[in-house]
């Protein structure tokens, strides 16, 4: 399955550097999709399906922490994971994110092997991109 990624950050480079990191991890992407801002964010939301979004923390305009928490107001785009990805490293900050609803955090820079290890996880795929299947307490892979 090829996902639809959503990458905000105020930082044109670092949002290349980041999407060149993604492709690197093996998972496959159908269309990456940038937002300068959380603004830049929602509007991209409003007229894309995303399957996972990546927010960087300090940014002009909403920052991350304000567009998780608008995304987890919305019935529809609340379920859409979230991977906060930033250079802030404080447990502090990092359970402040994790408390309001991100399903992860990714310090930058991050090497292809973290990002492939963190959105298997968040996505629910084994690391070879395979989806899981959980049935009791075991996972089939398909």
Do not use: C
Not at 44 to 60: A, C, F, G, S
Not at 90 to 95: A, D, N
Not at 101 to 119: C, M, N, Q, S, V
Request: cysteine-free; glycine content about 8%.
């Amino acid at each position: 399955m090829a996902y639809r990624v959503l990458v905000v950050d105020d930082s044109l480079s670092m949002r290349s550097v980041i999407k060149k990191t993604i492709r690197a991890t093996g998972i496959e992407v159908d269309e990456f999709y940038e937002a300068a801002n959380g603004i830049e964010a929602i509007d991209v939301l409003k007229t894309h399906w995303i399957d996972i979004i990546l927010i960087d923390y300090n940014m002009p305009g909403m920052d991350g922490m304000e567009l998780l928490l608008e995304i987890k107001k919305d019935e529809l785009l609340k379920t859409v994971p979230i991977v906060v990805t930033s250079v802030e490293g404080s447990q502090k900050r990092i359970g402040e994110f994790l408390e309001n609803g991100a399903d992860g955090y990714i310090k930058k820079p991050f090497t292809p092997e973290e990002a492939r290890e963190k959105l298997s996880k968040v996505l629910g795929v084994n690391p070879n991109g395979e989806k899981k299947t959980v049935t009791g307490d075991e996972i089939l892979d398909f």
